[in-house]
């Protein structure tokens, strides 16, 4: 069975400008998560999308969004990008959240200059 | 959501056993302890889960006492592969909340 897999990989933007990041779930599961890692904030939560809606949500701004498709994909969207936003970004998948085993995916690596 | 406190870092040689104690005073009643580990430039990978007593699968135990302040994962024999970051949480939801972790650092 595949793993969770992120689109793109590395990512270079500018300050101001908007981002997109993909993440396709493993096959099966309906709970896609996102995180951020930095060096200096470790790792945190953004958002659960569980079946389309979003069921939990972390302490960022409203430039942080997501959504999730009916086959369990999902996106997240940083608006006017900052430099504080370059990070690790991670998607993890579970069967249906909760305190299911999360899949993570191998990130997403953003670059704000 | 109960904070987890874990020791920064761990040094161990090949063979030997680790034991990595977490501390989760505020832990609620329907919160589980579920532990994750992480590789460089890699995604956390999930290492086992319990809610009380012990639990043990094919590459680790989970010890939990009564009172579930606190547990102790236990990975037999490391090798040089399990040099990582070993993130401790508390979950009840899909949001999982990360600790600094310990980075384990395993010598030849």
């Known amino acids: 069975k595949a793993g969770v897999t992120q689109t793109p990989r590395y990512l270079i933007k500018t300050r101001g400008q908007q981002v997109t990041l993909s993440c396709s779930p493993i096959?099966?599961?309906?709970?896609v998560s996102w995180y951020q890692q930095t060096p200096g904030q470790g790792l945190q939560f953004l958002f659960e999308?569980?079946?389309?809606?979003?069921?939990n949500k972390g302490n960022f701004p409203g430039r942080f969004s997501g959504r999730q498709f009916s086959n369990s994909r999902s996106e997240m969207n940083v608006s006017t990008l900052e430099l504080g936003d370059s990070a690790l970004y991670l998607c993890?998948?579970?069967?249906?959240?909760?305190?299911?085993?999360?899949?993570f995916g191998p990130g997403t690596r953003l670059t704000v200059t | 959501l109960a904070k987890t406190t874990q020791p920064i870092s761990m040094d161990s040689y090949e063979g030997q056993e680790v034991n990595i104690t977490c501390s989760h005073n505020?832990?609620?009643?329907?919160?589980?302890i579920t532990w994750y580990q992480q590789f460089p430039s890699q995604g956390p990978r999930f290492i086992i889960q319990g809610y009380k007593t012990k639990v043990t699968n094919e590459v680790a135990s989970l010890f939990i006492p009564a009172d579930r302040k606190s547990s102790t994962l236990s990975l037999p024999r490391v090798s040089l592969s399990d040099t990582a970051v070993y993130y401790c949480?508390?979950?009840?939801?899909?949001?999982?909340?990360f600790g600094q972790g310990t980075t384990l650092q395993v010598k030849p």
């Open positions: 505020n832990i609620a009643t329907n919160d589980y």
């Open positions: 096959s099966g599961h309906r709970s």
């Open positions: 949480l508390v979950v009840n939801t899909g949001k999982l909340i």
């Open positions: 993890a998948s579970s069967l249906s959240g909760g305190l299911y085993e999360q899949y």
């Open positions: 999308y569980f079946s389309e809606t979003q069921r």
